[in-house]
């Protein structure tokens, strides 16, 4: 699914912006995803198949706090708290892609992960709630199958293209085009600050 055909969509814009953020920052992650266990095994002094293992679990561990910050989210009047939310958690997962390029022992790459799961566990509560509250009625079944079908496809695509790069480029290039992606992604949720705040409304 194109972004072309994505913009000619007849969804809610807000929805549609959602969904092509998502989009570039899932491709980012896409990027990482099944090069950094080679990366790390080959390229890190020192790592080996258990670093490769405790930086996923580190990773995913971080997403528990989703719940704190939902509840927080839930609890607070208005959307500006959950596009603030949005927009910061878009750009921590950005930064911690881009700091992959640096990292150079085990250590490294476990707190990246912690700040990559961390960036993730703010940014998703927020998109998930702006997202429900924006899907069109009766047209609900629809737009969550456009998100997740773009969610796949950007994920699929760049995982089968990560190797190819890592391989032309090194590794280094490959994180910081994946930082890129997910850079554009956090950009692109500014576009939705005049929608979800119509005439400086919260």
């Not at 912690?114 to 737009?143: C, H, M, N, Q």
């Amino acid at each position: 699914m194109s972004l072309i055909y994505l913009m000619s969509l007849r969804i809610n814009p807000i929805v549609r912006m959602l969904v092509i953020s998502d989009f570039f920052i899932l491709a980012g992650l896409g990027f990482i995803g099944p090069m950094l266990p080679i990366f790390i095994v080959n390229q890190i002094p020192g790592g080996d198949v258990r670093a490769a293992g405790f930086a996923a679990a580190i990773y995913m561990a971080m997403w528990v706090f989703q719940i704190p910050i939902g509840r927080y989210l839930d609890r607070t009047k208005g959307e500006r708290d959950d596009y603030t939310f949005l927009v910061a958690g878009a750009f921590i997962t950005s930064a911690a892609l881009f700091l992959f390029s640096v990292a150079e022992t085990p250590w490294h790459i476990y707190l990246i992960q912690a700040l990559a799961g961390l960036g993730r566990a703010i940014d998703l509560p927020a998109w998930y709630s702006i997202f429900t509250r924006k899907v069109d009625k009766k047209r609900e079944g629809y737009e969550w199958g456009v998100e997740n079908v773009t969610a796949a496809l950007s994920v699929g695509f760049v995982s089968a293209i990560a190797g190819l790069i890592a391989e032309a480029y090194g590794f280094r290039a490959l994180f910081i085009l994946a930082g890129a992606a997910s850079f554009i992604g956090a950009l692109v949720l500014f576009f939705l600050y005049r929608s979800v705040f119509p005439r400086g409304h919260q």
